[in-house]
């Protein structure tokens, strides 16, 4: 097997003469002309072994044995030590003790040269196996380390290099990965599944909240109370309140200044824009036209999140969202929704709603993260009650707590708490489920809509609308949760 | 050939340790004439100088190169200058590094000759 050795003497005559002697028996051969260049080259290069002169201007033979001898990477290479040993034994004896494995006479013999070459070279080897032997041995015992210490993934293992062996411990590194493969696939596979179900909980239940938002609003319209001014004390309550609950949960509005865009842009989008605009358009379009216009909320996240590549398309989820979209539909053509004869120009205006609503749940996306869910929509709500306050004032739709009396208070409460509760609900959808799955609050919160009116106002929940909640879960399923990434880390629970 | 200056023998030992091919011999042999002078040059500052570990450490390279080349009288030489370095013994060097000059000075000028006419006529390669 061809070597790579390293020849260093300061003449350039007895280094050309023992490097053409190592090409002789087949190596291959490097010069150095004195210890330091030695040095420099084992540093860079790989030598199987190093034949080595003593007597050396500057760092000697000596120097380059001490300085292999204290560094981990040189000091398993084998030196011999190349000596005129009629007058230099004592400088044998000194180099051996230093670490030198052998030594050769100046003028040696091709066969002893061949001998002692071959020899050292064989334990080299063999010392070589050992250690990779050893390293591969280590490595698996750290990867084991790492499946105990709790949650680990594939790579975290790195013991690709171990399971390419051809003897029983590349087997074991085999068997090894891929039961750790296979338990960190299935844990994915779990994760994704408690994903899904713990999502559509959440929307269920932020839809649920959310949907009591239009019964409320038909009754403020029965009292004749302004929409805007209880939009103002609404949005007052949800963030009084979700500054309480955020204190509760240990959270302090940490805002920082590159926060603040977030949360400007924000309240505008939802807080003004939103809800200006319902305020607005309900009085010319149909509520429940808005409600089937408002389903489309699902396609429009769709399609934002896949053009800014917040998350990933495809057919499944986009036949999912389809479902949900036409269960909704035909709940709300059943109940004779869209038959009043509105104008196209206000129909196009409601589009508005859904786009608004797209843009906050990708605004959601990037919320900041270290800042708890419900002081975050408490920011919002507070700021979006600041912008909005001037504009109800000046438009005289202003109202006060002698308006109304109490009932207009008790709408304005309930309509505040759900509001607050239902965002801080989204929020958490959205980082848990991603933004195309809580884009389907909009099927949850028109069904939930339609259960409330019948709860509140007397309305009657058509057959029709059970079909189409199966149908909606059906959707869930088929949009499922954005799946966890790389970072997912499974568990194997092991008994001490 | 002067026999009492370049031992063939030695010379064949050497083209057998580096594989056989007379071009690499030819090519040692280059080595040896450019690095001899330039050895004993080193040993004639060193003298000067009274630098002794400078000239024991020529004396030990170029003793070895000699021998190699079968410049028996040379190497012979170098080995008794290497030793005295060592035990520290003579004051008087420069006249014994004159004499290596001029043995190293016959040895490069036979060597020389034997690449000139090749070593297969001079026999080394017998």
């Not at chain 1, 001898?69 to 004592?90: H, K, N």
């Not at chain 1, 090894?176 to 909980?201: M, P």
């Not at chain 2, 026999?3 to 063939?8: C, E, G, N, Y």
Request: with cysteine; glycine share 8%.
């Amino acid at each position: 097997m061809t070597a790579s050795i390293l020849v260093v003497d300061d003449s350039r005559t007895s280094a050309t003469k023992l490097a053409k002697a190592v090409i002789a028996l087949g190596h291959r051969a490097a010069k150095a002309s004195d210890g330091g260049e030695a040095l420099r080259r084992l540093g860079e290069e790989e030598f199987d072994a190093v034949l080595l002169d003593i007597v050396m201007p500057g760092l000697d033979g000596y120097g380059v044995l001490e300085a292999m001898g204290s560094d981990d990477a040189l000091s398993e290479i084998p030196v011999i030590v190349v000596s005129s040993l009629d007058d230099e034994t004592a400088s044998v004896v000194r180099a051996i003790e230093l670490g030198a494995v052998d030594f050769l006479p100046k003028d040696f013999e091709p066969p002893i040269l061949n001998a002692r070459m071959e020899a050292v070279l064989a334990a080299k080897r063999l010392r070589d196996r050992e250690l990779t032997y050893f390293r591969d041995v280590d490595r698996l015992i750290k990867a084991a380390h790492i499946i105990e210490a709790g949650a680990f993934r594939p790579t975290e293992l790195a013991i690709e290099d171990v399971s390419t062996r051809s003897d029983s411990l590349g087997r074991l590194a085999i068997v090894f990965q891929s039961l750790a493969q296979e338990v960190y696939v299935r844990e994915k596979r779990f994760d994704q599944t408690a994903r899904t179900l713990r999502g559509t909980i959440l929307v269920l239940i932020a839809g649920l909240i959310f949907g009591i938002v239009p019964a409320l609003g038909r009754m403020t319209a029965a009292l004749e109370v302004p929409s805007l001014g209880v939009v103002v004390w609404a949005n007052s309550v949800a963030a009084v309140a979700c500054f309480g609950i955020g204190i509760v949960r240990g959270g302090r509005p940490k805002i920082r200044k590159r926060h603040l865009g977030f949360f400007l842009i924000w309240a505008l989008v939802l807080g003004c824009f939103y809800q200006i605009a319902t305020v607005t358009i309900a009085s010319h379009v149909e509520a429940s036209m808005i409600a089937l216009i408002g389903s489309s909320r699902g396609f429009m996240v769709f399609a934002l999140a896949a053009l800014i590549a917040v998350e990933r398309p495809s057919l499944q989820r986009l036949l999912g969202l389809g479902i949900g979209f036409v269960a909704v539909s035909a709940v709300l053509f059943g109940q004779g929704g869209g038959s009043a004869a509105d104008s196209i120009l206000w129909l196009g205006a409601a589009l508005l709603l859904p786009m608004l609503l797209a843009i906050h749940t990708i605004l959601m996306t990037w919320r900041p993260r270290e800042i708890d869910a419900f002081m975050t929509v408490g920011i919002m709500m507070a700021l979006s009650t600041v912008m909005l306050a001037p504009v109800a004032i000046a438009t005289d739709t202003m109202i006060w707590p002698s308006a109304g009396g109490g009932r207009v208070g008790m709408i304005i409460l309930v309509l505040g708490l759900a509001s607050g509760v239902a965002v801080a609900l989204a929020l958490h959808i959205v980082a848990e489920a991603g933004a195309v799955f809580a884009g389907q609050i909009a099927y949850s919160q028109t069904l939930a809509g339609i259960a409330w009116g019948m709860l509140l106002l007397n309305e009657i929940l058509p057959l029709i609308a059970w079909l189409a909640f199966g149908l909606v879960l059906v959707g869930f399923w088929l949009v499922q949760p954005k799946k966890a990434g790389e970072e997912f880390s499974a568990t194997i629970p092991i008994g001490r | 050939m002067n026999a009492s200056v370049i031992d063939i023998d030695a010379l064949r030992r050497l083209l057998a340790v580096i594989g056989g091919d007379t071009e690499d011999l030819d090519e040692l042999l280059r080595d040896f004439q450019s690095e001899a002078p330039e050895l004993v040059d080193r040993m004639q500052l060193a003298s000067r100088l009274g630098d002794i570990d400078a000239l024991r450490i020529a004396a030990h390279t170029l003793k070895s190169n000699a021998r190699d080349f079968g410049a028996v009288e040379l190497s012979a030489l170098c080995a008794t200058m290497e030793q005295e370095c060592r035990d520290n013994r003579g004051s008087e060097h420069g006249e014994k590094v004159d004499e290596i000059a001029v043995q190293m000075a016959l040895a490069v000028q036979e060597l020389s000759k034997l690449v000139e006419v090749g070593l297969n006529a001079s026999g080394a390669t017998d």
